[in-house]
């Protein structure tokens, strides 16, 4: 049983409330997605077939019990959630970052869900499936990237539908598309609006502004 990696690699989380900590991560090829503000376009097509006993050999010499499962999107595979699966047997801590369009209930539920709803600068909000917001568990986490006022708007509304399926997670993310809305801007909507999330800033964006392949 194969997948299609685009690369595996081992620094430190930059987003999520992993964020900081050290974490291996297995980046998936292909997305059914074309977002505006992408940053991970070289993983639309490059990669190459690994089966899954060694993608997990090349996860253990990196000796981090954190593992990331992101892409662009995992789910468009089929055999993503074995992969998951055994990480998780194998007594990793697994987070999966997926884009909000796949269904999040094939996925073992010991895996994080890191659910990243598109709005609508992404050109891509209207093939979310909102019914993942009652496939959450507890330990799952929703992630909004927010570009202009109509994505905070979008991502306020997709909230309190959260918030009314009592489907709020551990964390919700309120993320600014890096170097198009400023940090400040966005804060402040947040606090105007006593909207119970977490500014998030992307970290490794921070720590590295250079490189474009670092998670």
């Given at each position: ?5 685009n690369?595996?690699?081992y620094?430190?989380q930059g987003e999520?409330?992993f964020?900081g ?18 940053d991970?376009r070289?993983?639309?097509d490059?990669g ?10 090349q996860?253990d010499?990196?000796h981090?019990n954190?593992?990331?499962?992101t892409g662009?999107?995992p ?10 699966n055994?990480?998780?047997d ?6 999966l ?5 796949q269904d999040i209930?094939i ?8 659910l990243?709803?598109k ?11 909102l019914?993942n ?5 507890r330990?799952?986490?929703i992630k909004f990237v927010i570009?202009d006022?109509t994505?905070?708007e979008?991502?306020?509304a997709i909230l309190n539908?959260a ?7 551990n ?5 600014p598309?890096?170097g ?5 801007m966005l ?11 977490r ?7 921070i720590?590295?502004p ?6």
């Amino acid at each position: 049983m194969t997948l299609k990696v685009n690369e595996i690699f081992y620094s430190l989380q930059g987003e999520s409330s992993f964020a900081g900590q050290s974490c291996t991560f297995i980046r998936l090829t292909g997305c059914n997605l074309r977002c505006s503000y992408c940053d991970t376009r070289y993983s639309y097509d490059e990669g190459s077939e690994m089966d899954v006993q060694e993608i997990i050999d090349q996860v253990d010499r990196y000796h981090c019990n954190l593992v990331a499962v992101t892409g662009g999107e995992p789910l468009i595979q089929k055999e993503t959630p074995v992969l998951i699966n055994q990480l998780l047997d194998d007594h990793y801590k697994v987070l999966l970052e997926t884009n909000g369009s796949q269904d999040i209930s094939i996925v073992d539920p010991r895996c994080v869900k890191i659910l990243d709803i598109k709005g609508p600068s992404s050109n891509e909000s209207g093939r979310m499936d909102l019914k993942n917001l009652e496939r959450l568990s507890r330990r799952d986490e929703i992630k909004f990237v927010i570009r202009d006022r109509t994505d905070y708007e979008y991502a306020r509304a997709i909230l309190n539908l959260a918030i009314k399926a009592n489907r709020i997670s551990n964390a919700v993310h309120f993320s600014p598309v890096f170097g198009k809305i400023p940090f400040q801007m966005l804060a402040q909507w947040i606090l105007e609006d006593h909207l119970p999330v977490r500014f998030h800033l992307q970290l490794h964006k921070i720590i590295w502004p250079s490189e474009s392949r670092r998670v």
